[in-house]
C-alpha cells in the first residue's frame, strides 16, 4: 500500500493551488494509474521513480496521468514532484535533474518555514498562429463574441499544447457564474522568448494510504 502526499501546487499568496497526488513509481498498471486522481480528487497524479545520478545531481523520472491517460508533460505535477522530494531531502534547498518522455532538464526548490518554492527549466516552446477552423471551435464554445478577441491567438506548447487567447477586458474573459474562468496569456516577445523559468509555491498535505 504506497504513500501518496497531496500537494496544492501553484499557490497564490500562500492558498488555493492545484491539488496533486504524488507518488513513487511502483508496479502500477496504466490503468490503475488514471484511476488514482479520481480517488484522491485530484485532477492528475505524478509517478516518482530514482534513476541515480546526472550532471552532478540527483536524478528522477516522472510520469504523469489523469483519469483519461498519461500526460507528455505537467507543469503543476512537475512542481508538485520538487516539493515532495525536497520535503524529504530534509534541507533548505534542493537540486535535482528530472526525465520525462520527452525530456530531460534541471528542477530547484527551496524549503520555506510552511511551504516550497518550486522552479524547473520549461525547455523551449513551440507555437503557431491559431487556424480560424480551431479558433472559432473555441470561441463558440466559450460564447465569445468576435469582437472580444483581440490579436491573434497562438497555439504554444512545451510538451502539450494550449490556446492563448488574447481578450479585450478581464470582464470578457470570464464565464457565466458558476463555471470555469478562461486561461488568457500576454502574447509579448517578453514571453515568445521564455526568458524565465516557472516559479510556484507549494503547500504539503496530509499523507494518503493508497489501496490497489
Known amino acids: 500500500m504506497p504513500e501518496v502526499v497531496v500537494i496544492d501546487a501553484c499557490q497564490r499568496q500562500g492558498r488555493g493551488g492545484s491539488p496533486t497526488a504524488v507518488l ?9 494509474r488514471c484511476r488514482i486522481p479520481g480517488e484522491l480528487g485530484t485532477s492528475h497524479a505524478v509517478f516518482i521513480r530514482a534513476t541515480g545520478v546526472e550532471r552532478g545531481r540527483p536524478s528522477y523520472s516522472l510520469r504523469f496521468f489523469t483519469a483519461e491517460g498519461e500526460l507528455p508533460a505537467c507543469g ?18 534542493h537540486h535535482a535533474v528530472l526525465c ?44 465569445l463574441a468576435d469582437e472580444a478577441v483581440v490579436g491573434n491567438a497562438c497555439v504554444a506548447s512545451n510538451g502539450r499544447p494550449r490556446l492563448l487567447l488574447p481578450v ?15 486561461a ?6 517578453s514571453w515568445k522568448r521564455n526568458s524565465g523559468a516557472p516559479a510556484c509555491r507549494a503547500g504539503d498535505r496530509t499523507p494518503h494510504m493508497l489501496g490497489r
Open 100 to 143: 520525462t518522455t520527452s525530456r530531460s532538464f534541471e528542477g530547484w526548490a527551496i524549503r520555506n518555514r510552511d511551504s516550497v518554492t518550486a522552479s524547473f527549466d520549461p525547455g523551449p516552446v513551440k507555437q503557431h498562429v491559431a487556424q480560424a477552423p480551431e479558433l472559432r471551435a473555441v470561441t463558440a464554445g466559450l460564447g
Open 76 to 93: 503543476h505535477g512537475t512542481v508538485a514532484a520538487l516539493a515532495l522530494l525536497a520535503i524529504r531531502e530534509g534541507g533548505s534547498d
Open 184 to 189: 488568457t496569456w500576454p502574447m509579448d516577445s
Open 24 to 32: 513513487d513509481e511502483a508496479s502500477f498498471t496504466d490503468e490503475e
Open 168 to 182: 479585450r477586458t478581464r470582464a470578457a474573459s470570464c464565464w457565466p457564474a458558476g463555471t470555469a474562468p478562461i
